[in-house]
């Protein structure tokens, strides 16, 4: 929602690209939720909605709840690279 967008764009300009430190906004702002959404929810973004619950039918009672994520300021060519390394599951940017 637009009050967490400016929570995130307000920490990029005090802190900086979580990543990387840059404070350049110019290369775009994005929030990076930490677990990914692979690692939290399975297999990816779908599993970020409703979907996550629904796929587990019966059993989602009796199974625990996917971890809370938090956000970070990330710059696009940060938040790009690590989408990479999560999609090929490799442990290093």
């Given at each position: 929602n637009s009050s967490q967008k400016a929570k995130v764009q307000t920490l990029f300009e005090k802190h900086g690209c979580h990543t990387c430190g840059t404070k350049n906004k110019s290369v775009g702002i994005v929030a990076d939720h930490q677990p990914p959404n692979k690692h939290a929810y399975g297999t990816?973004?779908?599993e970020a909605s409703g979907e996550f619950t629904r796929r587990r039918g019966w059993l989602a009672p009796?199974?625990?709840?996917?971890?809370?994520?938090?956000?970070?300021?990330?710059?696009k060519p940060c938040s790009t690279r690590q989408s990479s390394a999560v999609a090929y599951n490799k442990q290093v940017l």
């Open positions: 990816g973004g779908a009796l199974l625990p709840p996917p971890p809370k994520q938090r956000y970070f300021p990330q710059c």
